[in-house]
């Protein structure tokens, strides 16, 4: 995972919508199991299932937050995010994330720090079933939030 080799994560990361525990595998290789939980609304297979990360997990609960949401839910994930959140949040989001009247005053008065803009589009197909030669149709990024940081948020790229 690319955003590893660019963003440093200190202390404890929750990983809310593990899925099948492809963005958990790559935290616990790097972190090791003790400071990664791993847990889903859904029960596919990887982590602790059938945990609401919106019920599940109270203010300053978790030093780091770093997650692939589900889509419909992208707004809500990054403001309760920041509620649990001690240090940092990582979201991997459409770039389409920074548009939008909605998410516009969340955006301008949180503290975004960095926003991850890969070099090319990143596969978001299941790393069970790849599809050979094809990218992923949208572009993403990480959206990486830090608690204590004020100013206007950086863009830096990532290479795949």
């Known amino acids: 995972m690319a955003l590893l080799g660019a963003e440093q994560f200190n202390g404890h990361i929750l990983e809310p919508a593990c899925g099948k525990g492809h963005i958990s595998k790559l935290l616990v290789n790097k972190f090791g199991a003790p400071n990664v939980t791993s847990s889903d609304i859904g029960d596919y297979g990887y982590g602790m299932p059938e945990v609401d990360f919106f019920t599940s997990y109270a203010e300053q609960t978790h030093q780091n937050i ?35 009247k909605r998410r516009n005053e969340f955006l301008i008065n949180s503290p975004l720090k960095t926003v991850y803009v890969f070099n090319g589009r990143v596969s978001t197909f299941p790393f069970d079933k790849p599809e050979k030669g094809k990218s992923g149709t949208a572009m993403h990024a990480w959206f990486v939030w830090e608690q204590k940081y004020i100013g206007q948020p950086i863009i830096k790229w990532l290479h795949i």
């Open 66 to 100: 770093i997650t692939n949401p589900p889509f419909s839910l992208t707004l809500e994930f990054a403001k309760h995010s920041l509620l649990v959140a001690r240090d940092k949040v990582a979201l991997f989001l459409r770039i389409q994330f920074l548009e939008s």
